[in-house]
Nanobody, 122 residues
Framework: QVQLVESGGGLVQAGGSLRLSCAAS????????MGWYRQAPGKEREWVAA???????YYADSVKGRFTISRDNAKNTLYLQMNSLKPEDTAMYYC????????????????WGQGTQVTVSS
């Protein structure tokens, strides 16, 4: 049973914006820290942003100041607002959830979505 579903990816020019969404089942959303990862072709998976159940937020240095992670509890949805996009942001973006935000940030998560593609043209 699919429990994390990403959407919102697409093709955008450099400098543009996109907002990714991750719809989660209620039990996952309320009990877990959640975050975003990305993986470009030929590269390792890279952690992007994470949010603890208590509201603490963390960003990778590569996206700090440009990306914003947020959640809508009523909709059981996690978001990633991406501004000032660069060609190097091109990747498949994945939503992840785990018991502790530290684990999510280290790649130790319990739930994983199928991803949504983001392509930034120069």
């Amino acid at each position: 049973q699919v429990q994390l579903v990403e959407s919102g990816g697409g093709l955008v020019q450099a400098g543009g914006s996109l907002r990714l969404s991750c719809a989660a089942s209620g039990s996952i959303f309320s009990r877990n820290a959640m975050g975003w990862y990305r993986q470009a072709p030929g590269k390792e998976r890279e952690w992007v942003a994470a949010r603890s159940t208590g509201g603490l937020i963390y960003y990778a240095d590569s996206v700090k100041g440009r990306f914003t992670i947020s959640r809508d509890n009523a909709k059981n949805t996690l978001y990633l607002q991406m501004n000032s996009l660069k060609p190097e942001d091109t990747a498949m973006y994945y939503c992840a959830a785990g018991e502790r935000v530290q684990n999510v940030m280290r790649g130790k998560y319990d739930y994983w979505g199928q991803g949504t593609q983001v392509t930034v043209s120069s």
